[in-house]
């Protein structure tokens, strides 16, 4: 097992040309298609299911041995956050409904593109109170919500029936544009790093697996979903053979959170619950024997692929691989370093196989091979007890009080 060197100029060019495809939840066959040419290139075959969600294979590569090894699965998110008209005002401005979970803090003074059904229009997303000149003060104390918020397309619209006769309606998607900059110091900042960032590394640390032709002991699916931001994500794609789910997405960072802007993040709980105590400690002991800087991290609001496919009754051990990112869900910035270990930490787990010798069996009829988190001696004195004296030696007959 190596540490393969990833191709950085590829994992920036990828990430920038997938910020180039607008692809709220929802509205993401063009950034399936693009995805899906890229694992051509590499020449990994994949299928897709129903809606998009694709699921390649990175065959295994080895002799078989005395059991067969399950299957492993590495699942990053291509849909994004965005909204949907659901209103049409009577001045031909449009009312806004959230695709996935964001504030509207950060919709607010957003350019956007409105897709109808026929085309596209240009457009602002501005507060119901724009012009200070007009206001004054009352525009820094509007409430900070979606009702707060309208597009103003760039057309000759005054009315309803304007925007309706430019083929605007109720159901239109409105996808925010990701004003990316990837700056010489190393940093990258733009909307939608969550997940196209992850999406990268993941792509990048593919090529580096086909490039060197390493082992591959255990069959890798490299899942690409298109519905995280909306909490399916996921559910429905896990194959039966698959033992392990690896999710690759965002590590906020902020003021009393592990996630940092440098090396891998890895969470061992989220709002699912801890995530596998042996396969994260697994990743963690990777990157400590390989040089590669990690990160411990609990997120207490945050969901993922990998949660998903354990809500949806797949009987799998998770974990989260996370690149740190400051100001999630808003402009968020990451560094390329950080999604360069990443990739390499990808490489490394795809070498590695099975976390535990058991899992190559679905089922085992006894406890007697099954794993142990805690040793022995964690265990013994776990539960010590400081004797109480008697109470009927402290309270006796003839210390009651007089009656």
């Known amino acids: 097992m190596e540490k393969l060197a990833i191709d950085a100029d590829y994992l920036k060019t990828t990430l920038l040309e997938l910020l180039a495809i607008p692809s709220p939840a929802g509205l993401t066959d063009s950034i399936v298609h693009y ?16 809606r998009g969600t694709i699921r390649a294979v990175l065959p295994r590569n080895i002799p078989e041995r005395r059991r067969a090894n399950p299957s492993c699965a590495i699942v990053a998110h291509l849909d994004t956050l965005g ?20 504030s509207s803090r950060w919709a607010e003074g957003g350019r956007v593109t409105v897709f109808t059904d026929k085309g596209r229009h240009r457009g602002s997303v501005l507060p119901l109170l724009a012009s200070g000149h007009v206001y004054n003060e009352a525009i820094d104390s509007q409430p900070v919500n979606w009702d707060q918020l309208e597009v103003r397309v760039d057309e000759d619209i005054h009315t309803e029936a304007d925007a309706r006769a430019l083929n605007l309606q109720i159901g239109d998607f409105v996808a925010f544009d990701p004003c990316p900059e990837v700056l010489d110091n190393g940093y990258i900042v733009s909307r939608y790093l969550d997940d ?4 990268a590394a ?23 979903t298109i519905s995280e931001e909306v909490g399916s994500g996921a559910r429905a794609v896990i194959e039966e053979d698959v033992s392990e789910v690896i999710g690759i997405d965002i590590g906020p960072v902020a003021q009393g959170q592990g996630a940092k802007e440098d090396g891998v993040t890895i969470p061992l709980m989220d709002s699912a619950g801890p995530h596998d105590y042996h396969l994260t400690r697994r990743l963690l002991k990777l990157c400590e024997d ?6 411990r991290d609990v997120f207490r609001f945050y969901h993922s692929d990998a949660g998903a496919a354990v809500n949806a009754g797949h009987d799998v051990r998770t974990a989260l691989l996370c690149f740190g990112t400051d100001a999630s869900h808003g402009y968020e910035r990451t560094c390329v370093s950080v999604l360069v270990h990443l990739a390499e930490l990808l490489t490394l787990y795809i070498q590695s196989g099975p976390t535990l010798p058991e899992d190559r069996q679905r089922r085992l009829e006894s406890v007697e091979k099954f794993s142990y988190q805690l040793d022995s001696g964690q265990l013994e004195g776990t539960q010590p007890h400081t004797p109480l004296p008697d109470a009927g030696d402290l309270v006796k007959p003839n210390d009651k009080p007089n009656e």
């Open 83 to 102: 909204a949907m008209v659901r209103e049409i005002k009577p001045n031909g401005r449009l009312a806004l409904m959230p695709i996935g979970t964001w």
């Open 202 to 224: 993941l792509l990048a640390a593919l090529k580096a697996i086909v490039d060197a032709g390493v082992p591959v002991p255990m069959e890798c699916h490299a899942v690409f």
């Open 35 to 50: 995805t899906g040419c890229k694992l051509d290139e590499l020449g990994i075959a994949y299928e897709l299911t129903r």
């Open 196 to 199: 196209k960032a992850g999406v």
């Open 290 to 295: 390989f040089g590669i800087p990690s990160n």
